[in-house]
């Protein structure tokens, strides 16, 4: 087991990816949602039927829909109401009736002699450029620098016409009619703090994310929806639609996908990029009422307080609330909670400070105020994170059974956040038992962890706490085992999981001497000693950076090969040998794949779809096997390359060897037996060798697949400095250009160990040229290749694959 060198980790665990993003979210945590699927598993896994389970950081809709059928006790807890607003309504929609309600108790209100949703419609009037005629923007494009929109996005009822044009004039002087400190402004300040209070002038920059006429809008929803509605369904589907517009109309950018990972999310926290988009309000309003009435209804119960959670009908419901994790801990039982499973929370400075926000504006002053720390807080980093998880983490342990079990399932473009979870974890009293990590090799954005802990005995078996392990040597033995066992190139987020987790192992992250440097700075110090550990400048024995670049792209691999074939070939043979067995599921193929390839071998998901896509088609009934990848007529196009490449042999002078295993599909087409070796591993792995009395000149290996474990070897001796061909389906060629995408430094070794890649309708080609001399066929036989050599383009594209015609 990779963390054995101190406690090993106890299970292999497989991993349970994420859903993809609802088809049309309507707020932030639709956009990568847990699947059931996950809910399900640690539920049955570490829970019986009747338990409590605890989701003190909820943000994930999937528990929730799932504690029913599962006939848990669930407690759901946000300390930020509106977060906790966005996954009740996300996992129980309010019904449409409810919907319509609140939404035409807004719209109708009476504003100005108009109805409100006239009077919001009319904030957003511009003049056509096209037509002159009274249109509507859908959004204004504002450059911050002027304090102005520079262009408008219009959708005209009149001509038809829509897209981007300048502002005019009449939308800058409808802009400066607007009241920019008028009462709205001052009614939304006073949901956030009191007059005279300390913290105004920071909770008014908060107030600044939004330009004047969202504010208008906004106090317009706020104030109908609290003076009209009175049902408490309709007011919850009010609030989540007007939710829905505040993350919508935000200017809150620091979480933008183009930061890069790992840098500070500090700086920036209340700055608007240069250039923002300002939505229509009124039209996010109307949209989600559209969504959210189409939505779904799910068979949930909720139970109205903890107290009747653990009643005799408590046996699947939810019971809710908003509390900080010291009050929700005094609420429960001690030792009464099985599980807690959880995303915990991001480290987002601008997340905190909106919570805050959207709750004072939704719910009012004093529900706010768990979150209104945020707002004191003037200094944010990962070590602080560390440190308020190690507060959150060790407050929860005396709601939990001693056999109880915590699962952390989240995402990061950063592995630091994994670093401040596990240290924090370590720290609060929780032993990792195992782990399940997913990260993309191809175009790395974010990974995904899940955690699993149990409670560290206070008294049992020690743990291994020898000051004079080194994290620096710790880190390398993991590194080492996660890449002999993977047996390819590995990105770093990887890596530097497993370096934590043998640390963790070890219990470095845990010790009692720890100095107050690495309790004051707990993330900087373990980066700076993972980063000593691995650096490409000066790396370790045995093992060398594969990628250039940022460090959480890079790759690290093995100087020496290891015995194993590399995980993406492990997985493109398991999914084809499943694939042979009749059609797939897609679920049920993807549960298996990370069922055979769990905790450290976790294939990353493009690589799945890459060797779907090569073999099968999708149709209703899952993942089929393609026509062309019949094992029958794979078994004829083998048979038809052995006999093209005999005569081809023949026809160039020479003598033609075929390979032992390869003599059963020749049987019949060929005469077989002329020379060769005297043991048919001298050579391996051709499966055609011209030669000339036993003098071996042209090597072919003949294969259906792309694994590359022969092909990044070196040739034996007898055929060290031939031409070598890799023979395989055109079918085959996307497969392969996106492993060298994956792993790009395998097309450098594929260079130094000398195999050249060629489709099977390049053999039939040169078969087909009437008088091909030996001169002909050495300058033809590289013009249509599969792998060209390192820095050049892969020629894979200029005409449709073979197979779909000719295989």
């Known amino acids: 087991m990779l963390a054995a060198a101190g406690t090993p980790l106890t299970w292999s665990e497989p991993f349970i990816p994420d859903d993809p993003s609802v088809p049309t979210p309507l707020w932030a945590l639709e956009q990568r949602p847990w699947s059931v699927a996950l809910a399900r598993r640690y539920l049955d896994q570490l829970s019986q039927p009747g338990d409590t389970v605890l989701d003190p950081f909820a943000s994930q809709p999937a528990l929730i829909r799932y504690a029913g059928a599962s006939q848990r006790r669930v407690v759901i807890n946000n300390a930020i109401p509106a977060s906790l607003l966005a996954v009740m309504s996300s996992a129980d929609p309010p019904n449409a009736q409810a919907v319509d309600g609140a939404f035409t108790r807004i719209a109708d209100a009476p504003r100005r002699g108009q109805t409100l949703a006239d009077h919001l419609q009319s904030l957003y009037a511009t003049l056509c450029p096209y037509c002159a005629g009274t249109a509507t923007a859908a959004a204004y494009i504002w450059d911050r620098e002027t304090g102005e929109p520079q262009h408008k996005r219009i959708e005209c009822p009149h001509c038809h016409e829509s897209g981007l044009a300048p502002v005019d004039m009449d939308d800058l002087s409808r802009l400066a009619t607007l009241e920019i400190r008028g009462a709205a402004y001052w009614g939304l300040l006073s949901r956030l703090v009191a007059p005279g209070d300390v913290l105004t002038p920071k909770a008014r920059a908060l107030i600044d994310l939004y330009v004047p006429r969202t504010l208008l809008a906004v106090n317009e929803l706020i104030t109908a929806s609290e003076q009209r509605i009175r049902d408490p369904e309709e007011l919850r589907a009010a609030r989540a639609m007007i939710l829905h517009v505040l993350q919508t109309s935000s200017l809150h950018t620091v979480d933008h ?53 653990r009643g005799p009908s408590g046996q699947g419901r939810i019971a809710t609330d908003s509390l900080n994790v010291p009050e929700l801990v005094e609420r429960l039982i001690p030792g009464s909670v099985a599980l807690i499973l959880s995303q915990p929370p991001p480290f987002d400075p601008g997340a905190y400070l909106l919570g805050f926000l959207w709750t004072g504006w939704l719910f009012g ?15 944010w980093s990962w070590d602080w994170y560390a440190r308020a998880m190690t507060t959150a983490l060790s407050g929860l342990r005396p709601a939990v059974r001693p056999d109880g079990h915590m699962v952390l399932a989240f995402h990061d473009r950063s592995p630091r956040r994994m670093i401040a979870l596990l240290a924090a974890a370590e720290r609060a009293g929780w032993r990792l038992m ?9 175009a790395p954005q974010r990974t995904t962890w899940r955690l699993i ?128 067995q009749g059609s797939q599921p897609d ?10 390839f769990a905790a450290w071998e976790t294939p990353d998901a493009e690589l799945i779809d890459a060797c779907l896509t090569s073999y099968a088609v999708r149709g209703e009934a899952g993942w089929q096997l393609r026509a062309e990848d019949e094992p029958e007529r794979r078994g004829r196009d083998l048979s038809e390359m052995l006999l093209r490449l005999h005569s081809l042999g023949h026809s160039l002078g020479f003598q033609v060897w075929i390979a032992p295993d390869q003599q059963t599909a020749a049987l019949g087409l060929v005469p077989l037996g002329h020379g060769g070796p005297d043991h048919a591993d001298q050579w391996s792995p051709a499966s055609v060798v011209w030669h000339a009395e036993g003098s071996p000149e042209f090597a072919f290996a003949l294969t259906t697949r ?102």
């Not at 706010?368 to 807080?377: D, N, R």
């Not at 195992?434 to 191809?442: K, L, M, P, R, Y």
């Not at 990044?712 to 395989?728: S, T």
């Not at 996307?734 to 594929?750: H, T, V």
């Open 257 to 309: 996908p183009d930061t890069p990972p790992g840098s500070a999310r500090v700086a920036s926290v209340l700055d608007p990029p240069r250039r923002f988009v300002e939505h229509n309000a009124w039209r996010a309003f109307e949209h989600a009422h559209r969504t959210l009435r189409e939505r779904s209804a799910h068979s949930v119960l909720w139970a109205n307080s903890l107290v009747a959670l």
């Open 706 to 807: 792309t694994t590359l474990q022969p092909w990044l070897v070196g040739a034996p001796g007898p055929l060290e400095f031939l031409p070598r061909y890799v023979v395989l389906p055109g079918g085959r060629a996307e497969l392969l250009d996106f492993k060298l995408r994956r792993c790009p430094s395998w097309r450098g070794q594929l260079a130094w160990t000398g195999w050249e890649f060629i489709k099977f309708r390049h053999i039939r080609r040169l078969a087909a040229v009437p008088d091909l001399t030996l001169a002909g066929f050495r300058a033809r036989a590289g013009m249509d290749p599969v792998v060209t050599l390192p820095g050049q383009q892969l020629a894979l594209f200029d005409e449709a694959p073979d197979e779909t015609a000719l295989p």
């Open 434 to 442: 195992t782990q399940a990590s997913q990260t993309s090799t191809v």
């Open 587 to 596: 679920a049920a193929l993807r549960s298996a794949v990370y069922s055979a």
């Open 453 to 580: 802990f149990a409670l560290a005995e206070p008294s049992g078996e020690p743990r291994r706490t020898d000051t004079t392990t080194s994290f620096q040597a710790s880190f390398q033995e993991a590194a080492t085992d996660l890449l002999v066992l993977r047996a390819e190139p590995t990105p770093w987020p990887l890596i530097v999981t497993a370096g934590v987790a043998r640390w963790a192992a070890d219990g470095l992250l845990a010790q009692p001497g720890a100095s107050p440097e690495s309790i004051r700075r707990p993330v900087s110090m373990l980066v700076e000693q993972a980063r000593l550990a691995l650096s490409p400048d000066l790396p370790p024995a045995g093992l060398r950076p594969v990628t250039p670049g940022s460090r959480e792209r890079m790759q690290w691999d093995l100087e020496e090969r290891p015995a194993g074939a590399p995980l993406a070939d492990r997985v493109e043979q398991f999914i084809a040998a499943r694939l042979h």
């Open 365 to 379: 002053r004093e529900a706010a105020s768990h979150s209104k720390a945020a707002l004191s807080i003037e200094h």
